[in-house]
């Protein structure tokens, strides 16, 4: 390219000369970019074989080598009925990878040129052009490695060869003298859950999660650089650049701090070597980030510039927000606490537990997270915690949690197992968590670094120490606080940026009284030991991080993987979709108690929907109420890695099981929530604003015929910030005028100071729907209309209560509320998002109720 310079007019040509001659060199200089070069690999077509097979078939990146095979029609749809017994195979083979790919004369004239690798799953040797540059043993780590000397312009040749993680590590599991609980898998640094779990398949593959990505640069260069706050007020927030930066020589820089049209310059000698310096900058009038419910999510785009001279030799742009975050442990008359504040505000955790998205984590694409966390925040959350048996995220995900102000609880990713001891795994281990901390401790999102998953419990209440001696016993447990107590705990005191570290989830098992007076809890009883659901409003601890009951996904994620002969509950695809043990059968057993027998294996998918939904909400409830004692309900499962029936409340395919409805309703920030004990009816009101907020509570009770009972009106209410309060108390059959609680509901409605706008609605039954003694309703759609982001449906009944109404399509879309119940005469629109248009619309839909699904 041409560049003009203009030049103004002199005196006489020897002057005009003299000028050229000065600035000749300048506009040479100006040319040339000493800033350093990073870009993903520019390829060209990739390919894949298994191992020393001579044909190659292309494929497309990121890939696994389940995926490559699907790719190409070598494998059918690993999903798909009985495959996952098919594809075992897989495993246990080698697989290659290669591309080709030219270097511009730019990029080779830079001094340094190195080859960078994320997401390699996960024992690779990589070669250019026929030489072995490294091998990794780690999925989760960074490798870096020097290239320059073994580039050329043009053809290069980049060949990946991924070894089977089980052959790979059969010897070292035989040698190991015992076997460590989790399995063969805990030898490995790659996805747990790879290897299989109590609500995925068993595929335990290799590939390139990410795309290799090429970085040159000449004298100077950033290794790391993220942004801290080192103190802020209203005025003021006191900001710092700290970096850690590689040099090839001594010389003097200018380092520039800019957000928009200001900046803060500062003076520096750059070392040679790898050093770390740091540069200030003061935001003026901050805005502070908070989380979804307390506040908006302002975020700061800053940019740190390194000048040699008028030359950018570096420049780094940050995306952050300013927060501090705390955890709360501290000793009380109860117990200590658990809780988090946020910018010193206490916070009520509401969320769930993130596992990945796929089991293929190639296939998983940023729209997809997007409209997951979308979904997330749609339910009122606040907080995920990414479970450590799976994957940390890609950046995307927390850029979109940044967004969005969903903290994150950040497990390492251990899970369910006891991990070796020798030094080789705990370098690996130690060179993964700071890479990960370094990488993620730049998003205000991150609010916990958690150990491990369950790990301690495991040790302490399942029976592990019983397989070892006491040397051994004495050993595993050395070694696991080294790595839990000792390595990770360091790291992240040392290089999280104040963010706090909790050495395992749960501090201690449900069978030890203490989980419900100290720490987070995971609560299983229900579920594992088929305690009641109403034993929740009773095993209450400060911080509920697991607790959880499965039910089937919709009806179409069960036709998308069966035939029609496969859809009843005791197939054998229906089983290898089921992947915890006694699944179904309790399934089975918890709505033998409340539900009367469905009528065929649609309406038990229908009704083991509305049994988990309906269970869970007793939990959410009880934790709700039980503020600020309880501090936080993060329940088992947000979604799936493939379909299934599991613990999730948004499945495979981003459907909304009536779990999600339920929990948006029960995480509303300000919510009536009622509880019946000992014949009394009790409404508390939760704040989880930080204001206070004055309130107008309305009780009507109707029979299901729509005979009117009960009726109160309590206007005047006031509930303090963040707190939970007893806003009313009747004994139950004052509010249904002495009529049989099976043939009543109970409508709370809780609404603003001035009785126009309703905060929260809850239809209250004091018997289980087994006790009911329900109507047919009269259950109609009675119009369909074009929106434009979709169709609006009108329904209502006529005379009688519709209790769990339903509608089911199968256009893909969303029901803007489902599950739910209309009381007698009720009308009401949903709303149907879609993209498409619909041929008939009033066909489209089809409407039942409970009564339509069992006998």
Excluded at 796 to 802: E, F
Aim: glycine share 6%; proline share 5%.
């Amino acid at each position: 390219m041409k560049r003009f310079i203009y030049l103004p007019a002199v005196a006489s040509a020897k002057a005009g000369l003299a000028f050229l001659l000065l600035f000749l060199p300048m506009i040479s200089e100006a040319q040339i970019n000493y800033a350093p070069y990073r870009q993903p690999l520019n390829t060209g077509q990739w390919e894949f074989r298994q191992a020393n097979t001579p044909a190659w078939k292309p494929i497309k990146i990121p890939v696994s080598a389940h995926t490559a095979l699907l790719q190409n029609g070598m494998i059918e749809d690993p999903f798909w009925r009985d495959n996952e017994e098919k594809l075992q195979w897989i495993e246990k083979e080698d697989w290659e990878f290669q591309t080709t790919f030219d270097v511009s004369a730019e990029v080779l004239a830079k001094k340094h040129i190195e080859l960078i690798f994320k997401g390699l799953d996960t024992y690779a040797q990589i070669y250019l052009n026929d030489t072995l540059l490294l091998e990794t043993d780690n999925m989760f780590r960074t490798f870096r490695v020097d290239a320059k000397r073994f580039l050329k312009p043009t053809g290069n040749k980049l060949h990946l060869y991924f070894e089977s993680p089980l052959k790979k590590t059969d010897e070292s599991w035989k040698n190991l003298g015992y076997e460590l609980p989790g399995g063969q898998r805990t030898l490995s640094r790659k996805a747990q859950f790879h290897y299989g779990w109590d609500w995925g398949p068993r595929f335990v593959g290799c590939g390139i999660l990410q795309k290799p990505t090429l970085e040159a640069w000449d004298d100077f260069i950033f290794e790391n650089l993220f942004i801290t706050t080192q103190s802020v007020t209203p005025e003021k927030a006191r900001m710092v650049a700290r970096f850690r930066y590689r040099s090839d020589s001594k010389f003097p820089v200018t380092v520039q701090f800019k957000e928009g049209k200001r900046k803060a310059v500062e003076d520096r000698v750059l070392w040679p070597g790898t050093h770390t310096d740091s540069v200030t900058y003061d935001v003026e009038n901050p805005k502070l980030w908070w989380c979804a419910g307390m506040g908006e999510q302002p975020l700061y785009d800053f940019t740190i510039e390194v000048k040699k001279g008028v030359q950018t030799i570096e420049k780094q742009d940050i995306r952050m927000g300013i927060r501090s975050i705390q955890l709360v442990t501290e000793k009380d008359e109860k117990g200590e606490t658990f809780y988090f504040k946020l910018n010193g505000k206490p916070v009520f955790a509401k969320g769930a537990n993130f596992i990945p998205q796929d089991i293929f984590q190639d296939r998983v694409d940023p729209s997809h997270t997007k409209r997951l966390l979308d979904d997330v925040v749609g339910a009122n959350m606040n907080m995920l915690r990414v479970w450590g048996g799976g994957i940390y995220e890609d950046d995307t995900f927390y850029q979109l949690c940044d967004a969005r102000g969903i903290m994150v609880w950040q497990d390492f990713m251990y899970a369910c197992a006891l991990y070796p001891g020798n030094g080789r795994f705990l370098k690996t281990a130690a060179f993964e968590a700071l890479d990960q901390i370094e990488r993620l401790r730049q998003h205000p999102c991150i609010a916990l670094w958690c150990g491990n998953n369950e790990n301690d419990e495991a040790w302490n209440n399942w029976g592990w120490q019983m397989q070892f001696n006491e040397a051994q016993r004495t050993q595993l447990w050395r070694e696991y606080k080294l790595l839990f107590n000792d390595i990770l705990r360091t790291y992240v005191e040392n290089n999280a940026d104040g963010v706090p570290y909790w050495e395992s989830s749960p501090k201690y098992g449900r069978a030890n009284p203490k989980s419900l007076t100290e720490g987070d809890s995971h609560y299983w009883g229900v579920w594992h030991d088929e305690e009641p659901f109403e034993i929740l409003n009773k095993k209450v601890p400060r911080f509920m991080s697991e607790f959880g009951f499965q039910s089937f996904p919709e009806w179409r994620t069960i036709q998308s993987f069966t035939e029609p002969e496969d859809r009843k509950l005791d197939s054998k695809v229906m089983l290898l979709h089921q992947k915890h043990p006694r699944g179904n059968a309790l399934i089975a057993e918890y709505m033998k108690r409340d539900y009367d027998t469905p009528k065929n294996f649609e309406d038990f998918v229908y009704v083991s929907q509305l049994l988990q939904a309906e269970g869970m909400r007793t939990g959410f409830e009880a934790q709700r109420r039980n503020k600020p004692y309880c501090m936080g309900t993060l329940y088992w499962q947000l979604n799936d890695v493939w379909p299934v029936a599991s613990w999730s409340s948004v499945d495979y395919y981003g459907r909304w099981k009536a779990l999600h409805y339920y929990a948006r309703e029960a995480f509303k920030p300000v919510v009536a929530l009622p509880i019946l004990e000992d014949n009394v009816l009790k409404i508390y009101g939760v704040n989880d604003r930080a204001d206070s907020i004055g309130v107008t509570l309305n009780v009507r009770a109707f029979t299901f015929e729509g005979s009117k009972l009960g009726a109160f009106n309590q206007p005047g209410l006031v509930i303090s910030p963040d707190s939970s309060k007893l806003l009313w108390q009747t004994p139950l059959k004052t509010v249904l005028d002495g009529k049989k609680p099976e043939n009543c509901v109970v409508e709370i409605e809780l609404r603003d100071s001035s009785g126009t706008t309703v905060l929260s609605r809850r239809l209250f039954y004091a018997v289980p729907p087994k006790k009911m003694k329900l109507p047919k309703p009269d259950l109609k759609i009675t119009a369909v209309e074009k929106t434009p982001a979709g169709y609006s449906i009108s329904l209502q009944t006529n005379g009688n209560l519709a209790k769990n109404v339903y509608l089911q399509t199968d256009e893909e879309g969303f029901f803007s509320n489902n599950y739910f119940d209309l009381l007698p005469d009720e009308r009401v629109t949903i709303f149907f998002k879609t993209d498409k248009v619909l041929a008939d619309p009033k066909k489209a839909f089809l409407v039942k109720s409970l009564v339509d699904a069992v006998d």
